[in-house]
Each structure stands twice: as C-alpha cells, then as structure tokens.
C-alpha cells in the first residue's frame, strides 16, 4: 500500500489531497476533476482510502466492475483457444488468424488496460520500496505475458501461456469486485449519514430569512425551524417550543420535546412546531459529523490481528518470488525439464502464493461488524476496540444513568422539629438552583411541581464534586448533600439518624439539608433502574463477564440496587475522582476491564479502563472519551457490543486460518513438488482461479458476519 495514501484525510482524494465533495457552489466542480486521482487510488489498491468517502467507493466499484466484464468478455475466446480448451476439451475453432496472433491482440488489452491497476500498483509499491500483492500479480501476468510474446515472434506455432495472463487479471478482478461488494453496505452507511445533512437551510441574516447552503452555516448563525425540516447544525433554540425526532442520529425513538434552552442535533427532524435555534457547532464540530469521523476511522484502522497479517504477508511476497525462482531453477537446471515446463511451475507458483486472502482476512470483517455496530447506533472508534473487547472479563457499571434512568424524582421530604417540610424543600432547591446534577434537577422540579418558587438571591455558590453544594441563600449557610458532606462541615446528624436509615434502608438516595450549620430535613430521592437492566446483568454473566457496579450512592442504597438486577459486587460511596482507581483495582486483580459511564464525570475511569464503553445520546464528552460509544442510551447494547466483538473475532480468525493454510498447502502443489511422485501440477490460469477463490472465500465469510445481527439483542 502506497505510504502518502494512508497520510490522506477522510473525503480528501489520495492524488492531490483536495475535498471529493464540494463544501459549496465554488468548489462544485472539483468532483469532476477528481476521475484520475480516485484510479490513482484504485491503482495503490487502497480500496480502505475508499472507504472514507462513499460517492470515490461507489465510482472506483463501478470501474472494477466494468474492467473486470471486458476482462471477462475477452477471456472467453482466449479459453477457447488456448492449449486448455483445444487439449482438454477437444475444441478446435477455425481462426481468422494464426492462434498466437489472435491470442496477442485479444490478451494484450486485458494485461495493459484492465490489468494496468496491478502494473500502475507495482510501479507506487516499489517506489516505496514495498512488496505486496500488487507485485505479484504484475510479476505473474507479466512473466506468462511476455515470455507468450516472446514466443510469438520468435516461434509462432509453440505453446503460449496469454490464458494464463487474462484468466490471472479476470479472476483478481473478479475477487477484487467481491471485495468491495462486501465492504459496500458500510459505504452505503455513511452515505445515510451524511443525507442526515439537508442541502440547504433557512438563515436569518440581516434581519431577513434567506435559504443557503447548509455548508455555509456559521457560528451563532439563527436558523429557522418548520415542520418536516432537517436540522442542518447543532445548536440551541432560543424562540419557540416543538418536538424533534433524534432517532437516526441518536436512537432514541421518541421525539423529544424542545424548549427555549433546548440542545438541537444536527441530522435530526423537526416535527410539529415552529421554531429558532442558535447554531452553536457546524461543519466537522458537529455531533453528527463527528459520529462519521468515528465510522470512518474505525473502517480505516488495522486490528492487532492485521498488523500481524500484514508483516506476514510481506514475507510471502519475497517467499513466493523465492519459490517461483527455485521452482524454475529446480526444474530447468536440476531436473532438465524444458524452458515452458521450468516456467509454468514457476509462474503458477507466484499466482497462486498472492498473499490477497491474508491481507482481507480481518479488514473485510473489521468493515462489516464496525458498519453493524453503525447500523445499530453502536460506534466502535477502531478496530483495535473491536478485536479487544472480545477479551472483556470484567465490566464497571455506573450507576445513575448507565443501570438507572438517570432522571431521580423525590420521594420523600422529612423535615426535623422546627422546620417545615415546604421550607426544606425551599431551601434545598435554592441551593441547587446552579446544579445540573439529576438529583438537584429533581428537587427544583418537585419544588415547583409545589408551588415553590427557588430563591434567586442564592450567593457564593459552591459545588463539591460528588458529594453536594453549598450557597448562601437570603444570609442563612445552606448546604444540601451526602453524609460525608455533613461531616466535613460538623453538621450533628444524631437528630435524624433514624431517618436516615429508614430511608436508606428502602433503596432511596439522600440529600441532608443544613442551614447555619444545623441539619434541617432531609430529601428522599430514587432513581428506577432502566427497563433492560437486570437482563443487561444476566447476559454480561452468561458471556463470562464478572459484573461490577460503582456509585456514589451510600452504601446501603448500593446494596439495594445490586440485590435488584442481580450484581455481586459493587463499590459505593465513590467520588468521581476515585472511580478510574478501582478500576485499575480489578485490572491488579489480573481482569481485562470495560467501564460503562454517561462520559461526563465517568472520564478518567473511561481513559483508565482497558475498554471505555459511553452509554448517552451523542454527547460531547461521551464521544471524545469512549472507545464505544451505545448512541441509544440502552444498557442492553453493551451485550449486543461484545457479542458483535466475539463473532467478528471468531471470523477474523476464521479468514486468517483459511488464508494462512490455503498458501502453506497451495505454494509446493504448486511448484511441482508432488508432480513426479504423484502427478499433481498446476496451470497457471488453474492456480489463478485458486487463488481469486480464496479471496472470495474470506470476503463471503466476512459478509456471513451480518448472520449475527438478528441476535445481537436476543
């Protein structure tokens, strides 16, 4: 593979390094002018540079397609008058000319046309200073082609081997074909993708509403909502209420509904009202945008399993090269075999050793089990994830928002002797006014659910992570938190220690209030745990996973909630700092290690885990710092993700095995080792056929892979 091809961005062309797809009406015509550029890549062989740009796929499959039918077309009379038909079929066609002459005109078209790829390739592989496939089948075509020329004009009536040259082109671009066929339905992926985007939108710019190019979207641009509109950029409404449907960006199947204040994605449809959002990220900062970036780079990346492949396949190219020239030295100088003899051995024997099944074996699973998990809003960020996962012996649950909701409501407020049950409640949500913590939003919505209006004269806010605020509201201390809090502060919690247990002991979190440092009330909270929990538990075990769960919830409310989805093991009263060292606790106990977290403050054990798995709907943080990211917020898609990794492993290993022992048991049949002692040989065009069938082999094997789909979520 050319080295500057693998330097090129996604949607630039490998030739030159420009956009394949015009950003706007001035640059339109670049897609035009990029024909020789995207054969250039074809030429490389980097069908994965393809990859990162579905309308250069579609365009260099067509032309594979379309190389490999004239190809084809031209073979058959070739066939049909080469030593093959006329010897082993029995055919003898009346020719217009001389057979060797007519061999030389219908093969040399299909050696320095259909065939150039393989040529042009060689030329990029060996300024690189690489040997790979391309080689190969150059040196293979080349060798029968031109030592059949030579014989032509020298010795017009001797055997030739042009059917050999053809049938070696039709057959690799036949396999080649198959190849990008398989890899199409994640090219069609981003395709879908990027048709999230609409082309154009409406703007309000001087004071006027003009349609534009959703491409020349800026920053704090004020964009105009209808009914059925595709959101074009993310952003922020500012005027109106509506409901969007996230589904195909998200997962999430129910519209949701948007208020002033309310996050907008881009890719996603409005669907009742009217309304006017603030773009706050365009371009490549986008969510959606940034989804594509993933796709794309996963397809791109190489397995541990491929870069093992890839230096295996770099010595097959100088063994086959090896074998070929032993096999013709050995047979012409040690047995005495005649010239043609010596080199069908020795062309067949560097046909058939093309290292091309071992270089798909694990890119054309890697590219169908990434665009599944796509498919499946299940982003996997590289295929190095994807093989690792399958490794996975212990998983991390977070609590609240993995396992629960995420959305606690309150339960309870109990108010100690002279206080007031409405003014604890006050005073709580007051405090909480500069939260956004699940469990503060919870105690404004009940406040005002109440008729309770949160003071706005709350000063000197102070948020202490994992653990509570703290605020001055009209001149009094107010903190509301966890008992740890309280007894940093030296709040005496005697007075409602029965409380305190009571509530615990019925699965509710708490916040104690305390005001001028006396404890006032405490607030009842419970978060319900989200409906494919428990069985997200009883699969994880069922796979072999220990499961674990972490929280900073007291510990008897962790216990509640382990004892209800089934979890053995859990770590409670845990601050968001202190969760990447337990996980790095059970990665000292010998376990290889997934963290699942909403991506916010679950970061550093997200970084710290050997798998990062960020269960929200796209969010910034969950993006950045998952190696999976579950778009669909449902816990019950980590199953559906090592199951994903388990079976494409098995497949990887499955192609690698089959190409691995199809060269080892193929090269000596090849090179005549058995020939004097049992009479196996093979042509040149027969090791041709073998070899493309090994490729269409691993290719077909990797599509089975979607076989898995339909039980990704049994």
């Known amino acids: 593979m050319h080295p500057e091809v693998r330097k090129t961005e996604p949607g630039k062309c490998p030739g030159c390094g420009m956009d394949l797809i015009p950003e706007n009406k001035k640059t339109a015509k670049v897609r035009d002018e990029h024909t020789e550029h995207d054969m250039q890549a074809m030429s490389r062989m980097d069908h994965e540079a393809a990859m990162t740009n579905p309308a250069m796929a579609r365009k260099m499959e067509a032309d594979m397609r379309r190389r490999f039918f004239v190809s084809f077309l031209l073979s058959i009379p070739i066939f049909l008058y080469s030593p093959v038909g006329i010897n082993f079929f029995g055919l003898n066609l009346p020719a217009p000319i001389p057979v060797n002459w007519l061999l030389f005109i219908l093969t040399t078209p299909i050696v320095f046309w259909t065939g150039s790829i393989f040529i042009t390739g060689t030329y990029y592989s060996l300024k690189a200073r690489k040997l790979n496939m391309a080689v190969l089948i150059a040196t293979g075509v080349l060798a029968a082609y031109l030592f059949s020329v030579l014989l032509t004009f020298i010795q017009p009536g001797s055997e030739t081997f042009y059917e050999a040259a053809a049938l070696l082109v039709t057959f690799v ?72 449907d996230e589904s195909l960006v998200t997962g999430e199947s129910i519209p949701v509904a948007k208020t002033i204040g309310a996050k907008v994605v881009g890719g996603s449809v409005n669907l009742t009202g009217l309304a006017k959002f603030q773009a706050t990220k365009v371009g490549l900062d986008t969510v959606l945008a940034r989804i594509i970036k993933m796709v794309e780079t996963a397809q791109n990346s190489k397995a541990p399993g491929q870069r093992i492949a890839d230096k295996a396949a770099g010595w097959l190219v100088v063994l086959a090269i090896g074998s070929g020239l032993a096999a013709f030295l050995g047979w012409y100088f040690g047995a005495g075999a005649g010239l043609l003899t010596a080199l069908t ?290 816990p019950y898609d980590i199953v559906a993700a090592v199951r994903l990794s388990k079976a494409t492993v098995v497949k990887m290993k499955q192609n690698l095995f089959w190409a691995a022992i199809y060269n080892v048991l193929a090269i000596p049949v090849a090179a005549g080792v058995f020939y004097n002692s049992l009479g196996w040989s093979l042509r040149p065009e027969i090791a041709a056929l073998l070899m493309s069938a090994s490729s269409i082999i691993v290719a077909t094997n990797a599509v089975l892979l979607k076989r898995v789909e339909r039980k990704l979520h049994i």
């Open 345 to 634: 051995f020795a062309v067949s024997t560097v046909v058939i050793a093309c290292p091309d099944a071992l270089g798909l074996a694990t890119p054309t699973a890697v590219a169908v089990g990434t665009g599944i998990g796509a498919k499946h809003n299940i982003l996997i960020k590289d295929a190095a994830t994807l093989e690792n996962t399958s490794r996975l012996t212990a998983i991390v649950l977070d609590k609240t928002g993995t396992l629960t909701e995420g959305k606690p409501k309150v339960t309870e407020v109990v108010a100690r002797s002279g206080y007031d049950t409405r003014d604890v409640l006050s005073l709580a949500a007051s405090v909480e006014r500069g939260s956004n913590h699940p469990i503060g939003i919870a105690m404004l919505e009940e406040a005002r659910k109440n008729g309770l209006e949160p003071s706005e004269k709350a000063e000197k806010f102070e948020s202490i992570g994992g653990q509570g605020v703290k605020a001055v509201v009209n001149g009094k201390v107010v903190i509301a938190g966890t008992e740890r809090l309280m007894r940093q502060n030296n709040i005496d919690l005697s007075p409602i220690e029965e409380e305190i247990d009571r509530l615990l002991a019925t699965g509710n979190t708490m916040s104690i209030v305390a005001v001028d440092g006396q404890v006032a009330g405490i607030i009842g909270v419970a978060d319900t745990a989200r409906p494919t929990a428990k069985k997200t538990v009883q699969k994880l075990k069922e796979l072999g996973l220990e499961v674990t769960m972490i929280t900073g919830d007291h510990e008897q409310v962790a216990m509640a909630v382990s004892a209800e989805l089934g979890i053995d093991r859990y770590f409670a009263e845990v601050l968001p700092e202190e969760k990447a060292q337990h996980v790095k606790k059970l990665q000292d106990e010998g376990k290889f290690v997934a963290m699942v977290g909403d991506g916010i403050n679950d970061a550093p054990a997200l970084a710290q885990a050997n798998i990062g798995i960020a269960i929200g709907a796209g969010t910034d943080v969950a993006i950045e710092t998952g190696n999976i990211v579950l778009m669909r917020s449902d």
């Open 173 to 244: 671009l036949f396999g080649h074909w198959m190849e990008m066929r398989s890899r199409r339905g994640t090219s069609d992926a981003l395709r879908a993708l990027f048709d999230l985007v609409p082309p154009k939108a409406n703007v309000i710019r001087g004071g006027k509403e003009t349609s534009i190019p959703s491409a020349e979207i800026v920053q704090g641009d004020i964009v105009v909502l209808r009914p059925g509109d595709k959101v074009p950029v993310d952003g922020k409404i500012i005027e109106g209420e509506t409901s969007i």
